[in-house]
């Protein structure tokens, strides 16, 4: 079957609805929450029109959509939630468990801001708090990134065994409403199959077995070596299903971190999600003005693309890292990451970071430009003014 | 060893062993009993949701499983959501639940992890009616974590939170009625039960597979080691916990309440029968007892009018 | 191994497990074995002893056995499998005819 997409105009959030519908997901476990709301009732809506028999469970918090979501994943299911903010936190001791059982549930986080004061804007530090929970993170940068985030998250979560998040900016993406080129369900069906679990908890013709239980010291260090091989594997299988994606329908997703124009840049912006939609329009009219700028967009941060982000560094007189999100007591989390993983390498840009965006502050291209030259005097004077700059700061 | 085919016929329980030796309950375990029971009841086709408790050292430290059916580890307030998810799943893969073949989700689950801090995902499992059975086995405390207290231990228990000394500082709040609480989602069918009364439980289990919906029983499950009891005393107290009306077996079913023990006609035994053989009782007074007692007989009275205007 | 036991032949299949590489691990923490390659008969120190003349067959024994390490013979007397029984005297305990006696280990 020829594809032509079905383009539709839709949120962030119906994307990512229709994602989960393409992806013939089996159960959906969730809670409400702004605002990821739209998310939730659209898949009711397909169940109501009688477009997919998913089985959808309303839970009584996040805690146990993601319980039920490890319940229902554990007995051989696709399952799929979604959330955002407090009610990702409420999930956090959850998400280690369906890494630990790798369990290759899907959800959507829509990126919003941790209170108190109460914020529902944009704001990275929800889902990079779960940093370390064994979860892979995708960040979309537009809708049509949600939409195939999703669906591609699938494939990777279910070749390697391991739970991905796809990750969405509040309101700029899942309230704003964008053409998004869907797939023809018999198209999405050839390439990504029926899951093949793991194990499966309705499996009675085998040995009764067990999931999850004690182990000494003497076994618990091998299990998390076999998570930590299998985010190495997950880099490769990123890639390959990346290009896969692109063959079959147009949009390539090889790699983990998209560059773009940084051939030869002297310095490029780095960050995730919405932001580097943003910052790739500012690239164009910064490169008109004479500024030899590029843009690299880590689309994957878990795992995280060392590599190919050696490789970036290795070619850029500077990095200027945009933070939307913060872990106290040290700065920007991409920065710290980013800075972490070229120390032993040869590769030593001067790297700045920029506090941007937090809670939903508003984020342009003019601001993209006040950076720029920001940069340019940092690149051209050879070391930092400050290393961590609170950039939108009132002073 | 096959047990011989004429004997077979005089056991009143089921004479397959789907719960396997070697595990690590201490000596005289109710629970491991209560487990051993709901394996007889159910078999193989199982699948078991066990949060944190003393049951996820019972089922066997990894590599090893002493169910004879599928399990799935869980955290400590989950079992409840767990449950659901499973359930989903398998109505997702067209599997059939409950019934002769179909297959039994049961959660089991400790005292704290259900009447604490699992009793919101329970009352969510309980009020979406999902198909399956929820059991909290019951030793009124946190005897994994070292013999904490929880909302279900006893008026006038010693804990290691509640440790008596010169202050008398025991347990001072009454044993929560979780049960109670569950009857108050108006589920199909909810049900106390004791080790001490094994054809009872099992019968109840069988009942629990007939129903649709979601079902609850309370299993009565003594901790020689949390209630500083003899090893072999565990069965003795268990009965006594019956006959003295402390722990009534009783069913709710479709809205109607029936006692099954002890006979409602009759003075139950008095307390102090229950109480003398736990070392975590000695430290009550004559007014601590008293008051017990006076619970006791206060809530009984209440279950057979329940019985008597909803039976 | 003589079949002293509830649980035949899986008794005499049940093995230790140790694995000394990574590459022999799961993938998934599942388990790969029953617990009856764990004999617990050694935190015992009380020993029960079966008199057969007392003994009425009716099997409450068997019935409340936590471990469970009471089995039935082929005579329809019951027996205990020492090499799980943790000595916790319930047998005794319920015993209508006293048939079981608990008596200190000698080891």
Not at chain 1, 264 to 292: C, H, N, P, W
Request: hydrophobic content about 40%; charged content about 25%.
């Amino acid at each position: 079957m020829e594809y032509k997409p079905i383009r539709k105009v839709v949120s962030g959030n119906y994307a990512a609805a229709y994602a989960a519908l393409h992806s013939r997901v089996q159960v959906v476990a969730a809670y409400p929450i702004t605002p990821q709301t739209s998310i939730i009732e659209k898949i009711a809506e397909f169940i109501a029109n009688g477009e997919t028999d998913i089985q959808y469970v309303p839970v009584e918090s996040e805690h146990s959509a993601m319980a039920a979501c490890i319940g229902a994943s554990a007995t051989g299911a696709r399952a799929f939630t979604a959330t955002s903010a407090q009610g990702l936190a409420l999930m956090h001791e959850m998400l280690h468990w369906a890494s630990g059982a790798r369990l290759p549930i899907v959800m959507v986080d829509v990126n919003r801001a941790m209170a108190p004061p109460w914020s529902v804007w944009d704001d990275q530090t929800d889902s990079l708090a779960q940093r370390d929970t064994g979860w892979m993170q995708f960040y979309a940068e537009n809708n049509q990134e949600v939409y195939d985030g999703v669906i591609m998250a699938f494939k990777v979560a279910e070749t390697v065994n391991l739970p991905a998040m796809v990750i969405e900016s509040a309101f700029i993406l899942s309230h704003t409403y964008d053409v998004v080129e869907m797939i023809p369900q018999e198209l999405v069906d050839e390439f990504l199959p029926p899951r093949k679990p793991l194990y499966d908890l309705a499996d009675f013709e085998r040995e009764p077995f067990s999931v999850g239980s004690l182990a000494t010291p003497a076994d618990y260090y091998e299990f998390r070596y076999k998570i930590q091989k299998a985010m190495e594997e997950a880099k490769k299988v990123i890639k390959e299903v990346g290009r896969e994606f692109g063959e079959r329908f147009g949009r390539d997703y090889s790699q983990m971190i998209e560059t773009y124009r940084t051939d030869d840049a002297d310095f490029v912006f780095m960050g995730m999600g919405s932001l580097m939609g943003t910052v790739k329009q500012a690239v164009d009219i910064l490169r008109q003005e004479g500024y030899k700028v590029g843009a690299a967009k880590v689309r994957w941060f878990r795992p995280f693309p060392k590599e190919e982000l050696y490789e970036l560094a290795k070619n850029v007189d500077g990095i200027a890292v945009l933070d939307r999100n913060y872990s106290f007591g040290m700065e920007g989390i991409l920065f710290t990451e980013a800075k972490g993983a070229l120390y032993n390498t040869d590769a030593k840009p001067l790297m700045k970071n920029y506090i941007v965006g937090l809670g939903g502050r508003d984020f342009t291209v003019n601001d993209v430009r006040k950076i720029a030259e920001n940069m340019n005097a940092v690149i051209e004077k050879g070391e930092l003014d400050v290393e961590v700059d609170w950039y939108h700061l009132k002073r | 060893m096959e047990i011989p085919e004429q004997v077979k016929k005089k056991l009143t329980l089921p004479a397959e062993e789907y719960f396997y030796a070697g595990h690590t309950a201490c000596q005289g375990c109710g629970a491991a009993l209560g487990l051993r029971y709901v394996l007889k009841a159910y078999g193989r086709k199982t699948i078991f949701a066990i949060p944190a408790c003393c049951s996820t050292i019972i089922a066997g430290a990894w590599p090893y499983n002493t169910l004879g059916a599928n399990l799935f580890q869980t955290a400590f307030e989950t079992t409840g959501a767990v449950l659901g998810g499973i359930e989903a799943a398998l109505k997702a893969r067209g599997i059939k639940v409950k019934g002769e073949d179909g297959v039994m989700i049961v959660g089991w689950a400790g005292d704290g992890g259900t009447a604490d801090i699992g009793l919101q995902a329970l009352s969510g499992f309980l009020e979406r009616g999902h198909d399956a059975l929820y059991i909290m086995y019951d030793n009124e405390a946190y005897m994994n974590t070292g013999i904490q207290r929880s909302s279900s231990t006893p008026y006038g228990a010693w804990t290691t939170n509640t440790p008596g000394g010169k202050r008398h500082f025991l347990e001072k709040r009454h044993k929560k009625k979780v049960i109670d609480i569950v009857i108050a989602h108006d589920i199909p069918y909810a049900a106390t039960a004791s080790v001490a009364y094994p054809e009872d439980f099992i019968r109840k289990l069988k009942t629990a597979q007939k129903t649709p919906g979601p079902s609850f029983i309370q299993l009565f499950a003594p901790c020689p080691t949390g209630w500083r009891s003899p090893t072999d005393k565990s069965i003795e107290i268990a009965r006594l916990a019956v006959q003295t009306a402390y722990f009534p077996l009783f069913e709710y079913k479709e809205g109607k309440y029936r006692i099954n023990m002890p006979n409602p006609k009759k003075e139950p035994k008095p307390i102090e029968e229950f109480l003398k053989l736990q070392g975590r009782f000695k430290y009550m007074t004559k007014e601590d007892i008293e008051t017990l007692q006076g619970w006791v007989l206060r809530e009984w009275e209440k279950l057979k009018k329940l019985a008597e205007v909803f039976g | 191994m003589s079949l002293n036991t509830l649980f035949g032949e899986k008794k005499a299949e049940a093995k230790k497990i140790v694995f000394t590489s990574v590459d022999q691990y799961p993938e998934a923490p599942i388990s790969l074995g029953t617990t009856l390659s764990n004999f617990t008969g050694d935190w015992r120190t009380f020993i029960p002893v079966v008199n057969e003349d007392k003994c009425v067959k009716c099997y409450i024994c068997w019935k409340f056995c936590p471990e469970p390490a009471i089995y039935i013979k082929p005579d329809g007397y019951v027996a205990v499998d020492y090499d799980y029984c943790k000595g916790c005297g319930i047998c005794a305990n319920e015993c209508p005819t006293k048939a079981i006696t608990m008596e200190k280990e000698e080891k």
